[in-house]
């Protein structure tokens, strides 16, 4: 089994450009959710994504975009890059069911430097 | 708006004794609570949880004590080895909504 896997490694930008960061889910996992963790920082909830919908979202701006595509991989999108978007950006899937916990898996995360 | 936090940056702890880990939260309507650990380039590992219906939950060397009233959770490792050496996420929910509200960690070191 095949755990989360995320691309690129690591990242390196400038102000104003627009970057995607990549995630594959686990096998058998429906939901995908994003996390930003800033230096020194625990993650913060970005967004979540369910069978390809949005589903709920965290304090980050517009500019913040996310997709889940059939397969249950998904993309996170950032345009405008602020220096402040610099962190490690983790991706964490599940597999949603009624009734019970569902234990997210977490990637190792993307870092991604805004110069 | 810190809505979980571990007030202790870092933590040192001899080898074969007790580590001690904690986290406040101010979310009264938080009901589940989760610990992660985190080695460097890894993404974080679910280790134990705890539901607000109970106030303590053991899982090997791992306890997990829930306070309400104070609003405070604690993670026991007991004896403390080594590879336990990371860094731990207090984190907290509402029972069946997957978005979590991290702390801000606690480097834990164990001293051989």
């Known amino acids: 089994e095949t755990g989360v896997t995320q691309s690129p490694t690591h990242l390196i930008k400038t102000r104003g450009q627009q970057v995607t960061l990549r995630c594959s889910s686990q096998?058998?996992?429906?939901?995908v959710s994003w996390y930003q963790q800033a230096l020194g920082q625990g993650p913060q909830f970005i967004f979540q994504?369910?069978?390809?919908?949005?589903?709920g979202r965290g304090n980050f701006p517009p500019r913040f975009s996310g997709l889940q595509f059939p397969n249950y991989s998904s993309e996170l999108n950032v345009n405008a890059l602020e220096l402040d978007d610099s962190a490690l950006y983790l991706c964490?899937?599940?597999?949603?069911?009624?009734?019970?916990?569902?234990?997210?898996?977490f990637g190792p995360g993307t870092r991604l430097t805004v110069l | 708006d810190q809505q979980v936090k571990q007030n202790s940056p870092s933590l040192s702890v001899q080898e074969g004794r007790i580590s001690i880990l904690n986290c406040d939260y101010t979310n009264s309507m938080f009901d589940y609570f989760l610990w992660y650990k985190k080695y460097p380039a890894e993404g974080p590992t679910f280790l134990i949880s705890?539901?607000?219906?109970?106030d303590k939950n053991e899982d090997g060397r791992f306890t997990v004590f829930l306070n309400k009233s104070a609003k405070h959770l604690s993670l026991h490792i007991v004896p403390s080895q080594p590879g336990d050496s990371a860094v731990y996420f207090c984190a907290a929910s509402n029972f069946g909504n997957e978005k979590l509200t991290f702390g801000t960690g606690t480097r834990l070191t164990i001293i051989p």
């Open positions: 705890i539901s607000s219906i109970k």
């Open positions: 964490a899937s599940s597999s949603s069911r009624t009734g019970g916990w569902n234990e997210q898996f």
């Open positions: 096998s058998g996992h429906n939901t």
């Open positions: 994504y369910y069978r390809e919908e949005e589903n």
